[in-house]
């Protein structure tokens, strides 16, 4: 079980795992507000997210420090083992699902694992895969991502496919059992710590860097916006409803697919050019969505979509070789970066979720600012070995 192979495959699975694992609370919003079964109203089941965004803040924040400290198999294997624990609690709910007074706290506490586990494993993994490609650090990151997203759309697939609501147990349950078999071949893995993971004894976060989370805060308010309110604001342009979740898939699968080529294309090509241009373009999909008819609605959102799937993961990878001996710093500042970004504006937005050209500005205005960002950190970097 030592070999690279295999050590890839599985931190590639655990990656597809996690996104999957990720979702699993979100993917259970009717059974969790069907009267029939938790019963939470819709404000519950909101605020259900609030402790998951500061978890996943925290642990990212944390994680560097950690896996400094205890290396990458013992903080990867702890947030996996907090997933675990949360899918499996939750699967056991359907036995004392008549004790209302604690059913909401316990849920908050399940969803406050789940974050915590996704925010140290997310953050383990990123530096983790490009450890095992010294030459190709971006690239393997990007593909993570891809997998990771992948699996965030696999939960909600699964909630489809078992039909009727009150079989919602059947999805924590084959997730519990698929994450815990890979959580026991992942132990049997040998890792070292290595001087990849390693934290310099006196260190402060490098201005540049700060401009690589300026970026990514505002980057997170674009994917929060279309991520959480991305069907309401399809339905404000007059798409039906039917459609507007098509809208969204397009969307998530637009960014998936974006990840998925620039992993495979970077590693021979030069793309940075594409990727410091890929916010102006996103600015201009949006201008183009105020006056867009309902016919064309729906390819611009998988363009939107496409064009932001490598800001995320690209920053991630660019940071990495911009900063060898920080990396796994780099992996949670942004990490966190995009929940500051992802959880502000979902709570912000619903005051202004049918103000549709006023949000379009907003976002205009925020990826404006990215595009120049990049540039001023383009400078004297090493964004072509990046991309």
């Known amino acids: 079980m030592n070999s690279k192979p295999v050590k890839i495959i599985i931190i590639f699975l655990l990656a597809f795992l996690t996104g999957v694992n990720f979702v699993v ?39 560097p420090f950690l896996v400094n400290k205890w290396g990458p198999k013992i903080i990867l294997a702890i947030g996996l083992l907090l997933m675990i624990i949360s899918t499996g609690t939750l699967w056991i709910l359907q036995y004392h699902m008549k004790d209302a007074s604690l059913l909401f706290p316990v849920l908050m506490i399940l969803v406050a694992f789940t974050g915590s586990g996704f925010g140290l494993s997310i953050t383990t993994l990123n530096p983790l895969a490009a ?22 759309s696999a939960a909600p697939l699964m909630m489809n496919l078992i039909g009727n609501v009150k079989n919602w147990m059947y999805v924590p349950g084959c997730i519990f059992v698929l994450v815990s078999t890979a959580f026991i071949a992942f132990l049997l ?84 050019g594409v990727f410091l241009i890929s916010p102006l373009i996103v600015a201009g999909l949006l201008l183009l969505l105020i006056y867009a008819n309902p016919y064309i609605i729906l390819l611009i959102m998988f363009l939107i979509g496409f064009f932001m799937g490598s800001i995320f993961p690209g920053s991630i990878g660019w940071g990495t070789v911009e900063f060898p001996t920080l990396s796994v710093l780099v992996s949670g500042f942004l990490m966190a970066a995009n929940q500051v970004g992802t959880g502000s504006i979902t709570n912000i937005l619903g005051h202004f979720s049918n103000e549709n050209t006023t949000v379009f500005r907003f976002l205009i205005l925020c990826l404006l600012i990215i595009f120049g960002l990049f540039f001023y950190l383009k400078r004297n970097s090493k964004i072509k070995e990046a991309f």
């Open 131 to 152: 450890s095992l490609f010294e030459d190709k650090k971006s690239s393997a990151i990007l593909i993570l991502q891809f997998l990771v997203g992948l699996g965030t």
């Open 189 to 272: 893995l040998k890792l070292e710590k290595g001087t990849f993971f390693e934290l310099p004894g006196h260190f402060k976060i490098p201005p540049k860097l700060w401009g690589f989370f300026l970026a990514i805060v505002l980057y997170g308010f674009v994917e929060g916006t279309f991520g959480s309110f991305g069907a309401i604001i399809l339905t404000n342009q007059g798409i039906d409803s039917s459609k507007a979740s098509l809208g969204l898939s397009l969307f998530w699968g637009g960014i998936a697919l974006n990840r998925l080529l620039f992993g495979i294309f970077s590693e021979k090509n030069n793309l940075s």
């Open 25 to 63: 609370f979100p993917a259970l919003g009717t059974a969790f507000t069907d009267s029939s079964l938790f019963g939470l109203s819709s404000s519950q089941f909101g605020n259900l997210f609030i402790p998951q965004v500061i978890c996943i803040i925290i642990s990212c924040l944390a994680a």
